[in-house]
């Protein structure tokens, strides 16, 4: 099938002198966005921490989120454990958001609270509430800094010295994102942190409407504001407009009521070329596309767009009438690498799908070849399935892909035989195999292999700016996609929406596949090479059912994030309480791994698994490595590491 909107795009992006990666004089003291820097490349140059004296690492200090404080100030205000923070360091401050929308900070030496901003006290918002907030964004001028909050349905620019809010920003301090010029935009959630990239502040959305059972939604528009003023400065529609040829990718119009298409994860940019890379999501409905005939751009695609207009610059497609959840999950890495001979800027888009899509990151232009390869159609009625789908020649993939009975679980004949009764019982075949109506031909559904959370998710890769080497973390989790009419007729005016099962059953209490669970993949983004893969963790080795067998390491399912320096990968096991993670999940590990190798160098247990992404900076002279935990017996908090002092 010819698909002319997925090359590339070209418009004319303003060039300024910056860097998107660590500069040649960057000392690694401060981590001053997200994932460090805007190539989300997760790695620092520190290396007072290695591999000789990393064992000497203990707990400096602990910071228990300030949101359960808010639990004996508003009654029944609920805290997710499920700590997914990240904090950024700039001088003698670190910086935290909390789940429920506050922001804090903190001396990075001792973790003591300098100032917390609470958006209940001040009056913004009435009821404490939130699931997820990843973190805050730095902003500077010189004379003036900046932190970018996102909290509930509003962005906050909060002064960094005082924590108040700068009344110079919106109305007092904030912008009501909730507050659109689309009559449809009706609510507004987001749980990842804002990007700064140059002199405005981008934010996405995890959704604008309540639910998305509806086959009219507003389009999940990402929104980028004047720092300063908090005055829009642009807004990208990822549905394409009248006048756009991607609407030739819409039949029946479908364009003109479809929704969603939002970037509900991390972006990334590089400042020097002007753009800002979006990773997009699947517009409406994420199983059901029978309202929205075509291949739906700029639904599940990274796209590229000027940071000064928002005006598209390149973008491709990765899934074609997406109908499996498989949006990109996490910020493109932007890398420069050397590809047969020839520098290369780069950019490198970890999936769900165990795919890393490589393109040059000036032109949209692929790396390696991407082919379009014939999938199986859909036989779900009213939906028609893409014929083809993108699949990336090289790299090879990362994780595991599709679900044959060679792939079943086979330790014990006993758990084999079961393995193959429950296959029995649902439909099965390559990745993409389209998901299917419960209760059809006595099926249950379609095992999607891999599942919605990946292969890859939102804790993304690390990029290694001096030698080109990517560090992906996946799993091998199956999902369950049973189609079923709406249960109500007020409840969805789709003709299908995902029912029950959702989780595939476990054998003997197993995992259905062969290991490993959880990995981790070093793939040398000059030569497309596989580096190493090592399974992340013992993983279920010490079930009943196989404890007697002395397997090697199965690798533990979890959504861990790396951090990478200058010698060393660390990396934990996940939060047991992770989202969409079936059971035998997360793990209370957290590892350093040399990073050449793949070799396991230093662990230690901490009191739950990691559910936000470590960091590491300098504060009076001595490393830090802060991560985040929380599970449902652990309140979530942010964890110090450090040697001891006077040992570095």
């Given amino acids: 099938m010819d698909r002319p909107w997925s090359l590339p795009v070209l418009v004319t992006a303003a060039v300024v002198a910056a860097s998107c990666g660590p500069s040649s004089t960057d000392d690694g003291a401060d981590w001053p966005h997200y994932a460090r820097d805007l190539a989300a490349t997760k790695y620092s140059p520190l290396a007072q921490i290695d591999a000789g004296n990393v064992g000497e690492l ?59 901003y609470d958006p209940y006290a001040s009056g913004l918002r009435d009821t404490p509430s939130g699931r997820a907030n990843r973190g805050v964004a730095y902003w500077s001028d010189g004379s003036r800094e900046r932190i970018l909050l996102g909290s509930g349905r509003f962005l906050v620019s909060i002064d960094a010295g005082t924590g108040l809010p700068d009344p110079a920003f919106g109305d007092g301090g904030a ?20 990007l700064v990239v140059r002199d405005v502040v981008i934010v996405g959305t995890t959704a604008m409407v309540p639910n998305r059972n509806w086959t009219t939604a507003p389009p999940g528009y990402v929104r980028a504001y004047d720092v300063r003023t908090g005055e829009l400065r642009w807004r990208f ?138 999938v199986p159609p859909s036989p779900v009625p009213g939906e028609v399935a893409a014929e083809t789908q993108p699949f990336p020649t090289w790299p090879l993939p990362f994780d595991h892909q599709g679900i044959t009975e060679d792939d079943l679980i086979d330790f014990t004949p006993g758990l084999r035989a079961e393995a193959e009764e429950i296959l029995e019982d649902f439909v ?78 476990m054998p003997g209490g197993l995992p259905l596949l062969k290991p490993p669970y959880g990995r981790i993949t070093a793939i040398d983004m000059n030569t497309g090479e596989h580096l190493w893969m090592r399974p992340n963790g013992p993983g279920p080795r010490d079930h009943p059912a196989i404890a007697d067998l002395q397997l090697p390491w199965l690798g ?67 490393q830090f490595i802060v991560v985040a935990i929380g599970d449902r017996n652990t309140s979530g908090r942010l964890v110090a590491l450090a040697l001891p002092a006077g040992a570095r």
């Avoid at 890859?456 to 996946?474: I, K, Q």
């Fill in 237 to 374: 529609n990822p549905i394409p407009e009248p006048g756009d040829p991607a609407v030739a990718t819409w039949a029946d119009s479908s364009w003109a009521y479809s929704g969603n298409g939002n970037v509900w994860t991390l972006m990334s940019a590089d400042e020097e070329l002007g753009h800002v890379y979006l990773p997009t999501k699947t517009t409406t409905n994420d199983w059901y596309g029978g309202a929205r005939p075509g291949d739906n751009l700029y639904g599940e695609s990274v796209v590229a767009v000027d940071v000064e207009t928002g005006e598209r610059i390149w973008h491709y497609q990765m899934v074609h009438h997406g109908i499996w959840d498989y949006d990109p999950p996490a910020a493109p890495n932007v890398i420069d690498v050397v590809v047969d001979g020839r520098p290369v800027k780069a950019i490198a888009q970890v999936t769900k799908q165990a795919f890393v899509f490589a393109f040059d990151r000036e032109t949209g232009a692929p790396i390696w070849p991407i082919e379009e390869r014939p």
């Fill in 556 to 622: 533990q399912r979890g959504r861990p994030a790396p951090l990478l320096t200058r010698t060393l990968l660390f990396l934990g096991e996940g939060t047991e309480d992770a989202l969409s993670i079936l059971p035998l999940a997360g793990g209370k590990a957290f590892r350093a791994w040399d990073k050449t190798t793949g070799d396991v160098v230093w662990e230690t247990r901490l009191d739950a698994g990691t559910s936000g992404a470590p960091m590491t900076y300098l504060a009076d002279g001595r």
């Fill in 428 to 505: 099965y075949g390559p990745m993409f195999t389209p998901p299917t109506v419960k209760g059809v031909d006595g099926k249950q559904g379609t095992i999607l292999m891999p599942g919605w959370v990946g292969g890859a998710n939102w804790g993304g890769a690390a990029a290694d700016p001096e030698t080109g080497v990517l560090y992906v973390p996946s799993v091998t989790s199956p999902n369950v996609t049973a189609l079923v009419p709406p249960p109500l007729p007020d409840s969805s005016d789709h003709r299908y929406i995902r029912g029950l099962p959702r989780e595939v059953p």
């Fill in 175 to 194: 912008v009501d994102l909730a507050d659109d010029p689309d009559p449809r935009v009706l609510t507004y959630e987001w749980t990842s942190a804002p």
């Fill in 58 to 116: 203990e707990i400096a200090w602990t910071w228990e989120s300030a949101d359960y404080r808010l639990t004996g100030e508003h009654e029944g205000a609920p805290v997710n454990p499920n700590y997914q923070a990240t904090p950024v360091k700039i001088g003698d401050r670190l910086y935290t958001s909390t789940n429920l929308g506050q922001a804090a900070a903190l001396d990075p030496s001792t973790g003591r609270e300098i100032w917390r």
